[in-house]
């Protein structure tokens, strides 16, 4: 079979995420009364009479989803992290919210790795009741007016391969923004480059 036989199946985001949780109150205790995220709705699982559906809205409209069952109890072990497995779940946070995640999360005497810098952004790790790796992460940019954070990620990668850097750091991603605002913004100079303007 030829490649021109094969169509691709174009995706538009994540749908939703469903997780095997513990009981329910487990479940609306961590995702609402922990991450904040609202309980919108809650459902039977409709392919196990044995269970419930719940689902949460991480805040940008999509929904996590959560199986339940009142015979299941939390174990915090952590889940195991094997090919094929989930490695951990990220959700996004402002930066105001960030710096108080720690905080927040030592008042419930929850583990955490600490704020930890990932260039293009600043992630901290914890574990849910299930044993569950999550990270809040949080972009250190706003893409500029039109484009997303994949724009001026996918341009901050082609700048820091092109001068040889190991990683996208703020510079790489100030670069992309100069350049994204560039092609997307008309001007009637036409030399558009640097100035000293002093």
Known sequence: ????????????????I????????????FWEGVLGMPFIFDQPNLDN???????????????ITIFTNENRKPDPKAVPEDTGSLHHLAFNVSQASFWQ??????????????????????SIYFRDPLGLRIELASYRFEPPEGTRHADVMIEAHRIRVARGDRNIQREHLADAIELLVERRQQSLSADRGAKKGY
């Open 1 to 16: 079979m030829s490649d021109t036989e094969f169509r691709k199946i174009q995706t538009q985001g994540v749908h939703h």
């Open 18 to 29: 469903t997780l095997i949780g513990a009981d329910r109150q487990t479940s609306i205790e």
């Open 49 to 63: 009479a044995d269970e419930g559906h719940l689902y949460f809205d991480p805040g940008d409209g999509r929904l």
């Open 101 to 122: 995640v720690a905080k927040r999360l030592d008042a419930r005497g929850v583990k955490h790795s600490g704020p930890v810098d990932r260039g293009f952004m600043d």
